[in-house]
């Protein structure tokens, strides 16, 4: 096993650190996007100038039904044109992160990014406001591509789930700061407020483009296209020193065995990489229905239904927001101290918790009409409260981890196809999600926590039966936590699966001995 006591591979330098920190702002954009189109949507002339019907409809909608005042498939549409864009983009970036390296996908990601915020700053009809929504999607999808692979590659293997959190928490900072502006953005008198809401997304974008330009590949990538004796003293410069011999070999050969597979996409389907396919794809299923998205999407939207005003639901969005970094950073610590697994189940357990109280809130108060006649004051902040504490409980368990895990487990042979169909599902759902949210929410009132509180449960069992810890494991061993799980074991066969890449046969070929 490759030095894990002493100063192993597992140091933390400068160099790595500022590299991470500069990756990890491709979530910026991501975040600031959220926080965004659910403020911009609350903001009245940004209504009556793209949606006059939305608002014809909250306007006449002051006394009564209030689960329904948002039902537009037009609105719902343009926020969530972005995430198909995000969808369709992914599976392109995975071919140019394989063949041209993790940062060039970065440097598309801001670039397209940047010419959709500036369309959206400058709308003047709907169609631009979908344009600009789709290249924002195209952007989203190349940078949430190569961000957590790169952290992930460039992490020594010790801080590597804080590193990629990094991911994580600069999506909920990109939502907060969102936040904020919208709030006092929507102050703005003559009502253009809106444009610089949405033109403001160039801001993240330039942060990531700049940065892209500026970091180092990581050395994962350059083997993988050849360029080895650079990759060497890439690998010196990030571990700070000079013996990185052992994990050198462990990247080449790790990076021979993916040059055997002529198709990642078909190689997915063999039966040793069903673990990693079904991780791939249940963990972003799940982490979009937890029903986080709807909550911070529209939590706007939600309080203003709930009865506070247009001014005070933008405010409580950004209480939410500061809720939302501040568990982030509790992950950040926790993640490689407590594990993955500890943390999956407690946010699970928490979430549940308050779905089911927000859930009795609003059905006491809304009733299934939907009109809630006046609210008092305390009954509003208990439900905002419990909002808080829900969306902690995912903010240090599936919002960090949905992104980690996918992004650790994958051997290099497949990491980038799996990569892609992890935001691909993740994209497909939070369009999915989002589109029919408001309808559901007309429909099935207060039902729809219940509706998420079910699958809270069952991704916590899945979970708890399926999912094998992978704290503190050397990206390139991480299959020895699949042998050695109860389930998974039967799909590994010992001859499929060099450990540490090199395959010794022990004499009499009893399989593998660890190196």
Same mark, same amino acid.
């Given at each position: 096993?490759?030095?894990?006591?002493?100063?192993?591979?597992?140091?933390?330098?400068?160099?790595?650190?500022?590299?991470?920190?500069?990756?990890?702002?491709?979530?910026?954009?991501?975040?600031?996007?959220?926080?965004?189109?659910?403020?911009?949507?609350?903001?009245?002339?940004?209504?009556?100038?793209?949606?006059?019907?939305?608002?014809?409809?909250?306007?006449?909608?002051?006394?009564?039904?209030?689960?329904?005042?948002?039902?537009?498939?037009?609105?719902?549409?343009?926020?969530?044109?972005?995430?198909?864009?995000?969808?369709?983009?992914?599976?392109?970036?995975?071919?140019?992160?394989?063949?041209?390296?993790?940062?060039?996908?970065?440097?598309?990601?801001?670039?397209?990014?940047?010419?959709?915020?500036?369309?959206?700053?400058?709308?003047?009809?709907?169609?631009?406001?979908?344009?600009?929504?789709?290249?924002?999607?195209?952007?989203?999808?190349?940078?949430?591509?190569?961000?957590?692979?790169?952290?992930?590659?460039?992490?020594?293997?010790?801080?590597?789930?804080?590193?990629?959190?990094?991911?994580?928490?600069?999506?909920?900072?990109?939502?907060?700061?969102?936040?904020?502006?919208?709030?006092?953005?929507?102050?703005?008198?003559?009502?253009?407020?809106?444009?610089?809401?949405?033109?403001?997304?160039?801001?993240?974008?330039?942060?990531?483009?700049?940065?892209?330009?500026?970091?180092?590949?990581?050395?994962?990538?350059?083997?993988?296209?050849?360029?080895?004796?650079?990759?060497? =003293?890439? /690998?010196?410069? +990030?571990? $700070?020193? %000079?013996?990185?011999?052992?994990? #050198?070999?462990? @990247?080449?050969?790790?990076?021979?065995?993916?040059?055997?597979?002529?198709?990642?996409?078909?190689?997915?389907?063999?039966?040793?990489?069903?673990?990693?396919?079904?991780?791939?794809?249940?963990?972003?299923?799940?982490?979009?229905?937890?029903?986080?998205?709807?909550?911070?999407?529209?939590?706007?939207?939600?309080?203003?239904?709930?009865?506070?005003?247009?001014?005070?639901?933008?405010?409580?969005?950004?209480?939410?927001?500061?809720?939302?970094?501040? =568990?982030? /950073?509790?992950? +950040?610590? $926790?993640? %490689?101290?407590?594990?993955?697994? #500890?943390?999956? @189940?407690?946010?699970?357990?928490?979430?549940?918790?308050?779905?089911?109280?927000?859930?009795?809130?609003?059905?006491?108060?809304?009733?299934?009409?939907?009109?809630?006649?006046?609210?008092?004051?305390?009954?509003?902040?208990?439900?905002?409260?419990?909002?808080?504490?829900?969306?902690?409980?995912?903010?240090?368990?599936?919002?960090?981890?949905?992104?980690?895990?996918?992004?650790?487990?994958?051997?290099?042979?497949?990491?980038?196809?799996?990569?892609?169909?992890?935001?691909?599902?993740?994209?497909?759902?939070?369009?999915?999600?989002?589109?029919?949210?408001?309808?559901?929410?007309?429909?099935?009132?207060?039902?729809?926590?219940?509706?998420?509180?079910?699958?809270?449960?069952?991704?916590?069992?899945?979970?708890?039966?399926?999912?094998?810890?992978?704290?503190?494991?050397?990206?390139?061993?991480?299959?020895?936590?699949?042998?050695?799980?109860?389930?998974?074991?039967?799909?590994?066969?010992?001859?499929?699966?060099?450990?540490?890449?090199?395959?010794?046969?022990?004499?009499?070929?009893?399989?593998?001995?660890?190196?």
């Amino acid at each position: 096993m490759p030095a894990a006591g002493g100063i192993g591979p597992g140091n933390l330098t400068p160099f790595v650190t500022i590299t991470c920190i500069v990756a990890a702002m491709g979530g910026l954009i991501f975040g600031y996007d959220i926080g965004i189109s659910g403020g911009v949507t609350t903001m009245t002339p940004f209504l009556q100038k793209f949606f006059r019907e939305v608002w014809e409809k909250k306007e006449a909608n002051k006394s009564t039904n209030q689960y329904c005042q948002y039902d537009s498939q037009t609105l719902t549409m343009f926020t969530s044109s972005l995430y198909l864009a995000a969808l369709l983009a992914s599976l392109v970036a995975s071919t140019v992160t394989r063949k041209l390296g993790r940062r060039l996908s970065m440097l598309f990601g801001g670039l397209l990014f940047f010419a959709g915020a500036l369309i959206n700053g400058f709308a003047k009809a709907v169609w631009m406001l979908i344009v600009g929504r789709l290249l924002l999607g195209f952007g989203i999808g190349f940078a949430n591509q190569s961000v957590p692979l790169y952290l992930s590659e460039m992490a020594p293997y010790k801080y590597r789930g804080a590193l990629n959190i990094g991911f994580q928490l600069s999506i909920t900072v990109g939502i907060l700061i969102a936040n904020v502006l919208n709030y006092f953005f929507a102050k703005i008198k003559g009502g253009w407020g809106w444009r610089l809401s949405l033109g403001g997304a160039m801001v993240p974008a330039l942060i990531i483009t700049v940065g892209s330009l500026v970091l180092p590949d990581t050395p994962n990538s350059m083997i993988e296209r050849g360029r080895t004796e650079e990759a060497r =003293a890439k /690998l010196k410069k +990030i571990r $700070g020193e %000079d013996d990185v011999d052992e994990e #050198f070999r462990d @990247l080449v050969s790790a990076s021979d065995a993916s040059k055997l597979v002529e198709h990642p996409w078909r190689n997915l389907l063999q039966r040793k990489y069903r673990p990693h396919l079904t991780m791939a794809i249940l963990i972003p299923f799940f982490q979009q229905l937890t029903g986080i998205n709807v909550i911070m999407f529209y939590a706007p939207v939600l309080l203003n239904t709930i009865g506070f005003g247009d001014d005070a639901s933008l405010m409580s969005a950004v209480i939410t927001g500061v809720v939302n970094v501040a =568990a982030t /950073l509790v992950s +950040i610590y $926790g993640v %490689d101290k407590w594990g993955r697994r #500890f943390l999956f @189940l407690e946010g699970g357990v928490q979430m549940l918790i308050c779905q089911a109280v927000v859930a009795a809130c609003i059905g006491a108060k809304f009733g299934t009409n939907g009109n809630p006649g006046d609210l008092p004051k305390w009954y509003a902040i208990v439900v905002v409260l419990f909002i808080c504490v829900y969306v902690a409980g995912f903010a240090w368990s599936w919002g960090p981890l949905g992104w980690l895990v996918p992004s650790e487990i994958f051997p290099l042979e497949i990491r980038s196809a799996a990569q892609s169909i992890n935001v691909s599902v993740n994209m497909m759902f939070t369009f999915l999600v989002a589109q029919v949210f408001l309808t559901m929410l007309c429909h099935l009132k207060f039902g729809l926590f219940m509706f998420f509180a079910f699958f809270v449960v069952i991704m916590s069992i899945f979970v708890y039966y399926f999912l094998p810890e992978t704290k503190g494991i050397p990206i390139e061993e991480m299959n020895q936590v699949w042998k050695s799980h109860w389930y998974w074991s039967r799909f590994m066969e010992d001859l499929d699966y060099p450990i540490n890449g090199n395959l010794e046969m022990s004499k009499g070929g009893q399989g593998p001995k660890l190196v």
